[in-house]
């Protein structure tokens, strides 16, 4: 089972090129997969790494300029074709109803499931989503249009109980449940077990942040502090900078000091310009602010 | 200079996968592009497939279903972001608007080029564009929503002159424009000369026919009468006849019946379903009625 993954479905910017398509990534967490935006051609990269159409109710949209979203028409015609049934949710700022619905009404009038659309604030930093194993909160973002990232915080799971211990102490089944969860157990004999003695710890939730589009945007920082990874946009190299500023883009540099200053443990850049035949110089330029700076690829996949 | 080419960028069905993309096509004709439908993930093909943007000023969309026009919202915004000047034509049925307005609204609202919907009538055979080198009629097709096919009609190129000739009669260069028309020469002493001694016949001009979405549909046989390429959907198997007959698609066998009673030059089957691993067998199939079909696949080119 997979636990914390990311596979990047894309990692180009607004103009697909033979070396990158535009934006969409998917996280496996738990065998349940969550889509971050979905740019044109992402079912069929989809369908390239194997990834499973049925494992994905939640898309989150970041904003809404095509490179982010123009795969999603073809996505949901598809799962209605492979007969879903699950309702589809999507959480997207409002504009995603102005260019979802006539779409919908013109090319799905006989989905065989529900598309449901959950409108997000993207100015505020706010809970968007929830269910047994996650947390999803907004991240606001400074771009063109009104925008956000994600912050996926996993949620922690129980302690594992040392099968051994509670064999020795024959505790019953139905404190077993409670144990997992911390408490201690007492003896028909009133000895004190300390949980500590029963349980080994789960592993620590993980988290991943999102963030994409945006300029160099520092309030974010309090909001992916020490995160696993932050994947962050990095467009531009340092030389044009300028037009990273003009454009509300950021430069891999920037990206780097981002990260720097929130203590991520590992930092991830993408949403390259295709105006660079080579990304390599982008890592180089953030290398040097924040060390192993992963770059982003179509067909990567980072475990947590 | 390309004379007339036909490229082959997609030619799956509804379910793109790792096979096939959705439908596209491009005709190189004198230099000049014309595109037939227009499937997510178009751009990136004309990309790999080294088509050059600029050259494209004419789409026709076939009918208004997801896999024959997905791609357009991206390519009209590459085209914005690549700078271009020129207006594209989108020649397709008026369901086009419900769908296209909403999206240029609101992701294209600084085109820096027009795009100019001319909205034909799918039930009619019509002319439907025509500029020097070329007419383009609609074909009325028969499937579940309004769709016509498209009918590419080169128009005669001028006789070449016989240069040898021209010299040794000392024909003024003012006459020359005439005798490439068919116009006789008369020398300054009354002596005719027939034009047949003064040019060489131009390469008969060509004609290429684009039926897909269709339901195996006679009434075509006349339009599409001995053109020097039939491109027909065979979407189905003949095992798969009765689906072929309720979602109103041909199979390959029903392709090649109408390409022998249109006594086509060539056919091309494409709009192949995903559910066939192998498209050989629909060729095998096809080749029983009309021998020598040609399969389609991305990235084939066809000279007419």
Known sequence: MADFDIHILGCGSALPTTQHL???????????????????????????????????NHIFTSHLHGDHCFGLPGLISTFGMLGRTATLHIHAPKEIEDYLLPILKLFNQYLPYKVHLNIIDPTQHALVMENRSLEVYSIPLHHRIPTCGFLFKEKQK???????????????????????????????????????????????????????DTAYYPPIIPIIKEVDLLYHEATFAECDAVRAKKTYHTTAKQAAEIARSAQVKKLLIGHFSARYEDDQPLKEEADTIYPDTILAKEGLTLSL
Chains 1, 2 share one sequence.
């Open 22 to 56: 535009t934006t969409s990534q998917i996280i496996n967490l738990r065998d349940k997969l969550y889509m971050m935006d979905c740019g044109e051609g992402t079912q069929v990269q989809m369908r390239k790494m194997r990834i499973k159409f049925s494992r994905l």
């Open 158 to 212: 129980e302690d594992h109980l040392v099968k051994e211990m509670a064999d020795f102490y024959q505790i019953p089944t139905k404190l077993l449940q409670g144990i997992k969860q911390g408490e201690d157990f007492i003896t028909p004999e009133g000895e004190i077990i300390p949980n500590s003695r029963l349980t080994r710890p789960a592993v620590p939730a993980k988290k991943y942040a999102y963030c994409s």
